[in-house]
């Protein structure tokens, strides 16, 4: 008995497991961090930590983080995650000015590119959405609960975005799909047009990004996924345009077994912007791979590996800003399984100025050098045993978190007899 209590605690750290988050301000005025609950925002043009100021009713997170966003503008910042809470900061004064409670625990969140609108999805497939009244002006302004926007029907949704032009909002989900939804103009009124379904992948989709440029009219999205593919998509018709897969490439670089190569998940994708490519993460893999797109002709090929030298360096999330080319990871993870250390989170930064010399930088070339490591890692060295430890805890708890689960047909009825999350009139 002793030892299945002992088996269930060790299941419940590893679902609880969070990978360290990055984001960065789109003009490069400060970058995010989070690792756990704990939020680390540093101001690049200061050069120095932020305090983040929180006098709202429900005061800082108390769960861990799962995602983080800064809108298009650069004004506002959205976190929200396991604790159910959804919080909008000013990306200016780092004071939070609302938060959202939600029914369930949140797994994405996004922001309309006219900073009117908050969007987040729940763990059981619903996207809400909030209305940002006066909020623009750094206005603290009531909480508001969150009005049902679409669903996904108890699907854990993955990614969510607007599109650049803030005709759709696109959500990504664990079973395999994704929905191009219009964006109503009544958006408290529910979203009941439906542009269109891109399908193809055959996993879970962990990743979305907009191919955006100042001349592109239409609407083409890049994917990835569990089944060690990034594709690439036209959303206005749901069409798949091209597919590449990185399990060979992945598989190659991380071993030199010659058994046939288990699928990798992609775990973050960024467009680079003005340019033709895109940085990928993949499980396991330290580094970044380079991809390049050609929209005339519709394809989408690697183009270049980019090894992280030293430590087991192995990207949990990427970000870039839309006026520099420096491509900025994190590695790390919380409540790591049968470790002294509840979280870690370590920094590096790429140039990709031109794909040809891309390089990493070292530590003392990163914009804010060793204050931004000591604010956004907690100390500038990190032990790699660690970092190890870390990525096995991610790609453990990946799995046991989208990959779905098949149960017997008695295992689903009782499932659907012990529910506890359904609603009471």
Known sequence: MEESHI????QTNKLEVAPALISLHPSQKSVSVTVGLDLRVFNLIENCPVTLVDETDVSFHKDSIRAIRYSSS??????????KLVKIWS????????????EKRVSAVAISSDDLHVCYADKFGVVWVVELDGINEGKVVASKKGASLL?????????????PDGRYILSADRDFKIRVTVFPKKPLEGAH???????????FITCIAFIS????????LMSGSGDSTVRLWDITSG??????EVSTMAG???SNETEPLAQVTVTDICTIPNSSFAAVAIQSFQGVLLLSYDLSAHTLSLTKVIKIPGESFIPTSISISTSTKLLWMVSGASNLPGSNHPGFSRVRVMSCTDTESSSILEDEQIPGGTKLLEQLQGKVAIEESVMSAAAEAVRAAMSSLLMKKQYSEEKREFRKRTRNDKKTT
């Open 7 to 10: 088996e269930e605690d060790n």
């Open 74 to 83: 650069g004004k506002l910042f959205v976190s929200a995650g396991d604790d």
């Open 91 to 102: 990306a200016e004064s780092w004071h939070c000015l609302n938060t959202i409670c939600s």
């Open 151 to 163: 669903s996904h029907y108890c699907s854990i949704i993955t990614g969510l975005e607007f599109s």
């Open 193 to 203: 047009e439906i542009q269109s379904f891109c399908l193809g992948h055959t996993e």
């Open 213 to 220: 440029t100042p001349e592109l009219t239409q609407g083409y």
């Open 239 to 244: 069409s798949l345009l091209d597919t590449c």
């Open 252 to 254: 190659h670089l991380v």
